[in-house]
């Protein structure tokens, strides 16, 4: 069973960085196209970005050009750069496997258990 382990999270002051790591327990890291998700108090989740197997990134337009998604394959970790962080940022922050599976050829997704970014102004 594939587990995520979300690192990063904390209190930073606008206009500050902070990185998010998510470490992924098992080889299946290659087959995965990974992503964060984010959910502040009262709204829905929503994808913050993602990073397909092929390296290929795409962004939510409220974090395009602050924040950035890389995936190191040797390591099975997936990172979210944040930077020029807003108040509107805070939110429990999530990270997504989304596995193909050569068993039985369809995709599965393994979430984290999350963690907190919270940006003061």
């Known amino acids: 069973q594939v587990q995520l382990v979300e690192s990063g999270g904390g209190l930073v002051q606008t206009g500050g960085s902070l990185t998010l790591s998510c470490a992924v327990s098992?080889?299946?890291?290659?087959?995965?196209?990974m992503a964060w998700y984010r959910q502040a108090p009262g709204k829905q989740r929503e994808l913050v970005a993602t990073?397909?197997?092929?390296?290929?990134?795409n962004y939510a337009g409220s974090v395009r050009g602050r924040f950035t998604i890389s995936r190191d394959n040797a390591d099975n970790t997936v990172y979210l750069q944040m930077g020029s962080l807003k108040p509107e940022d805070t939110a429990v922050y999530y990270c997504?496997?989304?596995?193909?599976?050569?068993?039985?050829?369809?995709?599965?997704?393994?979430w984290g258990q999350g963690t907190q970014v919270t940006v003061s102004s």
């Open positions: 997504l496997a989304h596995t193909y599976s050569l068993k039985d050829g369809r995709y599965y997704d393994t």
């Open positions: 098992k080889s299946t890291f290659t087959a995965s196209d």
């Open positions: 990073v397909t197997t092929f390296g290929n990134t």
